[in-house]
């Protein structure tokens, strides 16, 4: 198959583009580097050190002979995407390519504006690439279980049947997001469900977890291949920023009570995910949603977790719950479906104490690297 990885030069996209490689497919990336422009906005990097997307694909190509194609450029530059789908003419297009932290969204109105543009038009753009130039084409599209928020009932796979003054009818499962840059997911999914249902695009909205992990197979096989992990209070996801927190002998910093309940998943799920939904297409016109994750942790549950593997590595860090800077319910119910994913073969990398450990001796072997200062949250929701 032909697989476009649209932010393939990111957390999630470097591994799975590699993966898919590795399995066949003839891949090509497509990424703008607005990441790592990020970093120097903020001040921040990744723990592991990162080789510029030209060195990656080339060390891929010497160790394996698989050559993986990059497109730099932007999703929201219409005439830059039309060149890609005229040479590229892919059979899937995976959407990692947007804004996706949530504190970055709420630093300010500029940042809000462009996570939601960036995020917004850019799948617009690309839901319009493939109605006028691969109709056929399979848009697999990062989305997040944050969509939901915290409902305090049972989270359905994008639907719901609903009972309602004695008619029924099976309707999108109502979103609660918590921050602007999970309205921009929210307004995603409800743009391609549109452009599903008007034009007979596939569609497959994989509302993800938080990510946890760093390495897969593929990104160990040489250092140049390195996968990037953040963790700062504004790009590093709980866990990885706790083990960072850990290695450096930090306080692990919980938000509030840290009840706060969420859904996670290992990176090696990502990528396997992402084959899957790849390999069962939606059926024309299907606007199909999948939740992209493996198990349900409290954030002091996580906190816990490392707590007990840093100990056991000799590093004594203590709890510290601090003020929430974000605007979210602490104590709340949290049960969510995830069989679409397992019916179709996903075999989950649960969250062992070996997956700590092993993240652990990473970040310490570079922790040279953290930059202090970064590790508590600089953004607040109000
Ligand atoms: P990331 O920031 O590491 O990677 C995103 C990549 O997209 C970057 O390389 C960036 O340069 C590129 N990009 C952003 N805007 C672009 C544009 N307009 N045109 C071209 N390239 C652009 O993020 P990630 O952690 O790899 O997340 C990937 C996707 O998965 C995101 O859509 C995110 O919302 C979703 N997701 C991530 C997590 C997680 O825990 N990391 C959880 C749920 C969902």
Redesign the pocket.
């Known amino acids: 198959m032909k697989i476009i990885v649209?932010?393939?030069?990111?957390?999630?996209?470097?591994p799975t583009a590699l993966y898919l490689s590795k399995q066949g497919h003839d891949v090509a990336i497509?990424?703008?580097?607005?990441?790592?422009?990020?970093d120097n906005e903020l001040h921040s990097n990744s723990v592991t050190p990162i080789a510029t997307l030209e060195e990656r694909v080339n060390k891929w190509k010497e160790l394996t002979g698989k050559e993986i194609k990059t497109f730099v450029?932007?999703?929201?530059?219409h005439d830059f995407l039309t060149q890609v789908f005229t040479q590229f003419k892919p059979d899937a297009f995976v959407?990692?390519?947007?804004?996706?932290?949530a504190p970055y969204s709420m630093i300010d109105r500029e940042h809000a504006v462009y996570t939601q543009t960036?995020?917004v038009m850019?799948n617009l753009n690309v839901l319009y690439a493939i109605k006028e130039l691969a109709p056929d084409c399979h848009l697999i599209?990062?989305?997040?279980?944050?969509e939901y928020g915290t409902p305090n009932i049972e989270i359905e796979e994008g639907y719901i049947e609903i009972e309602h003054k004695g008619r029924k009818d099976t309707l999108p499962y109502p979103k609660q997001p918590g921050s602007f840059?999970h309205l921009s997911?929210v307004h995603d999914s409800h743009n391609i469900q549109f452009a599903c249902k008007i034009w007979g695009i596939r569609a497959t909205d994989?509302?993800?977890?938080?990510?946890?992990g760093l390495h897969t197979e593929e990104t160990k096989q040489d250092p140049v291949l390195n996968n990037?992990l953040?963790y700062d209070g504004v790009?590093g996801?709980a866990l990885n920023r706790f083990i960072n927190q850990a290695a450096i002998e930090h306080d692990l910093t919980v938000y509030g009570s840290g009840k706060q309940t969420r859904a996670f998943l290992n990176i090696e799920d990502?990528v396997r995910c992402v084959e899957i939904a790849a390999e069962n297409p939606a059926e024309p016109g299907e606007f199909r949603v999948f939740n992209?994750f493996t198990e349900w942790f409290s954030v002091k549950e996580l906190a816990d977790k490392v707590q007990k593997v840093a100990k056991e590595e000799g590093i004594d860090v203590s709890i510290d719950n601090m003020e929430n800077p974000r605007v979210e319910a602490e104590d709340h119910y949290y049960s969510a479906v995830n069989t679409k994913l397992r019916d179709l073969g996903l075999e989950p990398h649960l969250l062992t104490d070996e997956v700590i450990k092993d993240m652990l001796q990473t970040v310490i072997e570079h922790k040279d690297r953290v930059i202090k200062d970064n590790v508590l949250p600089s953004v607040t929701w109000k």
């Open positions: 649209a932010g393939g030069d990111g957390f999630c996209g470097w497509l990424d703008n580097l607005v990441r790592r422009k990020i450029g932007d999703l929201n530059h959407h990692f390519a947007e804004q996706r932290s960036n995020n850019g599209k990062l989305g997040t279980m944050g840059y997911k994989l509302n993800q977890g938080i990510v946890y990037r953040d790009y996801t990502t992209q």
